[in-house]
């Protein structure tokens, strides 16, 4: 493909992701549809929202910021915050992860979270006016094009946000200028071992719902050293039957045909990801 033919794929992939959160936060005053992972989502492969979190803190947030969660993990207790400290949070959504953080780091730290989609940052920064989080801040721009300072956060979180981004090199890339030295990368996402069916990889909608954008664990690991970190560590989390079969539903059989469930779950699967900036 050409230069001239990826750009514009690209940025018609951007279109749909920043079209279906749009869409799936303007229906999403109640629990509902239309995200990676949330509640009875299109392509869900997640537990309600609050149970993917092992931070019991989850259940003192409201349900305007639970209910309009998409994430498929806990960066949060991923990332081990300390008090002081200033994350970033890539495609922040409505805010609760960075709700989360500002809790961890306290007064004297800061929580930036950033978004390309108007409609999401809106509704976070409602959230955040809700819940009086002075710390914290949602900033409109586009991960791999970050408006953050180079070497200004000490840890970096995103919750089922990268295997959206058409160029994730370039995120990455970006995570390692703003991190300072010794900076800690903790990152919940959908990835897969092995190839997606071609007729999947061909599904926008499937993309803007996680799954064909999803990148091999092998080749995250590598775009990830590439853009110089060190300490790599995946852990992965593999999906009960129940979510298998709500993703066969809501993607069309089809796309699945002559896959077992059980080669389906080891397919695809969220993952904890942790990385490191050497200290110098
Ligand atoms: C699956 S939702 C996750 C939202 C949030 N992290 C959560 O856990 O609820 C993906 C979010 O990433 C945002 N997003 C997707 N691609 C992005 C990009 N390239 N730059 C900035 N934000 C992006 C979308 O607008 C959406 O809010």
């Known amino acids: 493909m050409s230069d001239v033919n990826i750009q514009k794929e690209s940025i018609t992939i951007k279109k749909k992701v920043r079209e279906h959160y749009a869409s799936a936060i303007v229906k999403k005053n109640t629990p509902s549809s239309g995200g990676c992972c949330s509640e009875s989502s299109n392509h869900s492969c997640c537990n309600k929202s609050t149970q993917l979190y092992d931070d019991p803190t989850v259940f003192e947030l409201p349900a305007e910021v639970t209910d309009i969660s998409f994430g498929c993990g806990d960066p949060v207790t991923l990332a081990s915050l300390q008090p002081g400290q200033t994350v970033l949070d890539l495609g922040s959504g409505g805010g609760i992860d960075c709700f989360l953080a500002a809790k961890k780091v306290g007064p004297e730290g800061h ?147 002559g896959l077992s469930r059980e080669t389906i779950k080891k397919m695809i699967f969220s993952a904890k990801i942790t990385a490191f900036k050497p200290a110098s």
């Not at 803007?208 to 091999?216: K, V």
């Open 111 to 257: 929580v930036i979270g950033v978004d390309m989609t108007p409609e999401m940052i809106e509704r976070a920064r409602e959230n955040k006016t809700r819940l009086k989080a002075d710390n914290v801040e949602f900033r409109l721009g586009e991960i791999e094009h970050l408006p953050i300072a180079d070497q200004s956060i000490d840890v970096v979180i995103s919750n089922c946000v990268i295997n959206l981004s058409v160029d994730k090199q370039q995120v990455l890339n970006e995570v390692y200028r703003v991190l300072k030295p010794g900076g800690k990368l903790a990152v919940s996402d959908i990835v897969t071992q092995g190839s997606l069916p071609e007729i999947l990889m061909e599904d926008l909608t499937a993309w803007a719902g996680c799954i064909s954008g999803a990148l091999d664990i092998n080749e995250y690991v590598s775009i990830i050293e590439k853009a110089g970190f060190i300490k790599v560590e995946v852990r992965p989390v593999y999906f009960d039957d129940d979510m298998v079969k709500e993703a066969e539903k809501s993607l069309d059989k089809k796309k699945f045909a």
